[in-house]
């Protein structure tokens, strides 16, 4: 095998959702633990606290203790090197999280074991299964008092429509969770607490019919196991790899991830299932991740990241073929050659110069403004486009106005930048300026995000409206006559950025009403490019 062909074999990218709170964070950091990419967990208790997880970044974040942004990182493990995208965990940011699994080949979805699916699990699962990617469920903070782990299982099949496979078994909870059962190998994997937030668990490793392990776990779980092994066998999903990879079927596992309990099975087991990069689809058939020629697409675009380095990224995710640093590429919406310069690996707030990448790996790349979301960066040889990422329809709307008219141009900037990064979509009064500006978004959440970004990046405060839109149409025959439409006077007529003309909707009887009154309209739910 060619050297390039091992490194892109090696790779494995995939990203990590779960409901604010499940244990998404902690489990990442566990992760780097074992790849050796950090020496300590951060044992975050709280993010509010002075010490945060290593995958938080902004401010916002961590006073309200969520995730706002994705982030990426890198490490090595048992031979694999393994990229793990890290996810917005709060439910106003799915747009975000989606744009994320497009860059990812399988998720890994974390579970509280006392909550078992809450909402946000529920739609970011959706969100997966429109991607048709492998997830595999690993049910954490079994350290504490779970739900019942049939009912478990249960429940994600029943609510998000997707079987179960169990890999390993929890024997006990809470204070008395004493280890997993593997099932495949027919042991039992006791945990040994460690003190601190050190490395790896003492593990010891017994036949799981061996009567000595009456004696370490006590009478009542081993039997309770013993019926377990034989219920298992009779009940759930057989085991099928290609189901799994399909998106069919989610392997489950059983674990904590705070004392670092069956972090480690899981690990191995995931990697074992998962695959390395996948072809993608593009207007010229499937591109061969093994290709040697460069091609990547954007997946997310941000500002300001670091206060420190006041500059734009854009995220690409590499899909055939190897970075170097500097090398010549053929950005294909802007229909011109361009070199990559500053790519860089993020590691939290560490950002590391990459000389090169590889297939499957994730680089940001500074972006002159050029970049915008679902763009093909590809070898000026061979142009071709990937599939694009869809836009979310905003439903949220608010008019927001700088209260300083000194401020107007940082204003001006900050919207427009914070707009191109696809966190908000922006619009104005028909021949309007960019006084008042209509702010759509998918989830509220961002209002709060756009408010304290502008006030921290760009020095502006700015007053915000609510507007009682829900519903967005963009007018596609562009030769008529605004003037004449006949619409509910509660029908708004905006432009977006791009000079395109739009209808703001408070209601469905509106859009009803626009498109009976007006025969020769033409309205579509989203924008032409
Ligand atoms: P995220 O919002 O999904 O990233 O969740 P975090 O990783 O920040 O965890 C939320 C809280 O749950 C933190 O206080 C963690 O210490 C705690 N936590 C995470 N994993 C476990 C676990 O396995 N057991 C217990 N008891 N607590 C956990």
Redesign the pocket.
């Known amino acids: 095998m060619s050297d390039f062909i091992e490194e892109v074999k090696k790779r494995r990218t995939f990203a990590i959702i ?1 409901h ?8 990442t950091e566990k992760f780097l633990l074992y790849g050796g990419a950090i020496q300590e967990a951060g044992m ?4 509010r606290q002075s010490k945060h ?1 290593v995958s938080d970044w902004m401010e916002i974040e961590k006073q309200r203790g969520i ?1 706002v942004t994705s982030s990426v990182l890198q490490f090595n493990y048992d031979g694999f090197c393994i990229n793990i995208l890290d996810t917005p ?1 709060h439910q106003d940011f799915s747009e975000d999280t989606y744009r994320t699994l497009m860059a990812a080949d399988s998720a890994v979805m ?1 579970i509280d074991g006392s909550k078992g699916v809450e909402d946000q699990t529920r739609k970011l699962f959706k969100v997966c299964a429109m991607r048709h990617i492998p997830i595999f469920t690993f049910i ?2 079994m ?2 008092e779970a739900k019942d782990p049939y009912e478990l299982m249960e429940e994600i099949e029943r609510e998000l429509g997707v079987e179960t496979c169990a890999v390993n078994w929890p024997i006990g909870c809470g204070k008395d969770f004493k280890g997993v059962y593997e099932r495949k190998k027919e042991e039992v994997i006791r945990f040994m607490p460690v003190q601190g937030g050190k490395k790896e668990v003492d593990v010891e490793i017994c036949d799981a019919h061996d009567e000595s392990l009456k004696e370490k776990i006590g009478d009542l779980l081993y039997q309770q196991l013993q019926d377990d092994i034989e219920l298992l066998d009779g009940a759930g999903a057989e085991f099928d790899l290609e189901r799994v990879q399909r998106g069919e079927l989610s392997p489950v596992c059983f674990g ?4 670092n309990f069956g972090v480690e099975p899981f690990l191995k087991h995931f990697l074992d299932m998962t695959t390395s990069p996948l072809p993608r689809n593009s207007n010229i058939g499937e591109i061969d991740p093994l290709s040697e020629d460069f091609s990547a697409f954007v997946f997310k675009i941000q500002a300001n990241m670091n206060k420190a380095h006041r500059d734009r990224m854009a995220f690409m995710r590499i899909c055939s073929g190897k970075f170097t640093k500097g090398m010549e590429v053929f950005h294909y919406q802007g229909n011109k050659k361009i070199k990559l310069n500053q790519s860089k690996q993020i590691m939290a707030e560490n950002r590391e110069e990459v000389e090169e990448a590889y297939s499957g790996d994730i680089i940001g790349v500074f972006d002159p403004g050029i970049f915008s979301i679902g763009d093909t960066i590809c070898m000026p040889k061979n142009k071709f486009a990937y599939e694009g990422i869809p836009t979310f329809a905003p439903e949220h709307f608010a008019m927001i106005r700088n209260t300083d008219t000194m401020k107007r141009k940082q204003f001006v900037k900050g919207v427009e930048q914070i707009a191109q990064e696809g966190a908000i979509q922006i619009f104005t009064e028909l021949g309007g300026g960019m006084e008042e500006i209509i702010v759509g978004v998918v989830g509220v959440l961002q209002f709060e995000v756009l408010a304290y970004r502008l006030k921290n990046e760009y020095n502006v405060d700015i007053v915000n409206t609510p507007l009682p839109y829900q519903y967005i149409r963009w007018i596609k025959n562009k030769e008529i006559d605004l003037k004449k439409l006949n619409l509910s006077s509660d029908t708004k007529k905006v432009q977006d950025l791009k000079g395109q003309y739009l209808l703001l909707f408070s209601n469905e009887w509106g859009v009803r009403w626009a498109n009976d009154k007006n025969p020769d309209l033409q309205l579509a739910e989203f924008s032409n490019n």
């Open positions: 779960s604010p709170d499940a244990g998404k964070t902690t489990l975050v208790k709280g993010k997880a995730s965990g974390v954490n903070k350290d504490r904590s991830a705070l004392t």
